[in-house]
């Protein structure tokens, strides 16, 4: 039996929940980004915001052997308005889909390390960071974010299947 190249068995995975979380960010309110359903919630714009990351995640993850998640590239604006939200995550989408192609399984299977203050948090494959870290973690904010969605009586896009407000 041949082996499946990994990029191969990841990128079909990553487009489709890349392109599921942008429909998801396309309906984020402007005016709305204070929300937070509990004092110790996150708000709705730090979700947001937070999942414009996971693609940028990607790049670091595939072109570095490991970032420091306290520290924002340089240049960083918070987005404050779902246009700049939506401008953000395409950007960080194009640039993070961009390095995973062609990348080897050699390429994938090499330690990353995540540090926090300088602290170590984790090392593991790049493959484990882009599933669990990446994509696992993306879809986890996602869900969040939803439900913050349907508190705000926003329609809520079909995801994996019909939503109560879209079919298929």
Same mark, same amino acid.
């Given at each position: ?21 942008? #429909? ?17 919630? #996150?708000?709705?714009? /730090?979700?947001?915001? %937070? ?11 595939? +072109? *570095? ?5 306290? *520290? @924002? ?20 989408? @194009? ?7 062609? @990348? ?18 984790? +090392? ?6 882009? #599933?669990?870290?990446?994509?696992? %973690?993306?879809? %986890? %904010?996602?869900? /969040? ?9 926003? @329609? ?10 879209? /079919?298929?």
């Amino acid at each position: 039996m041949r082996h499946m190249p990994l990029i191969d068995a990841l990128l079909p995975e990553f487009d489709r929940e890349m392109g599921l979380t942008r #429909r998801v960010l396309d309906r984020v309110p402007d005016g709305k980004f204070d929300f937070r359903p509990h004092p110790t919630s #996150r708000t709705l714009g /730090q979700i947001a915001e %937070h999942l414009t990351e996971m693609p940028y995640w990607t790049t670091a993850t595939m +072109t *570095q052997a490991g970032i420091d998640g306290m *520290q @924002k590239p340089d240049g960083y604006v918070i987005p404050e308005t779902r246009a700049a939200l939506l401008a953000l995550f395409d950007a960080n989408l @194009k640039n993070g889909r961009a390095s995973l192609v062609g @990348k080897t399984d050699g390429e994938f299977n090499a330690p990353w390390t995540l540090r926090a203050g300088g602290k170590e948090v984790f +090392t593991m494959p790049k493959i484990t960071v882009m #599933r669990n870290f990446v994509l696992n %973690h993306m879809i %986890h %904010h996602r869900g /969040q974010l939803v439900v913050y969605l349907r508190m705000l009586e926003v @329609k809520i896009p079909s995801i994996y299947g019909p939503s109560g407000d879209e /079919q298929l």
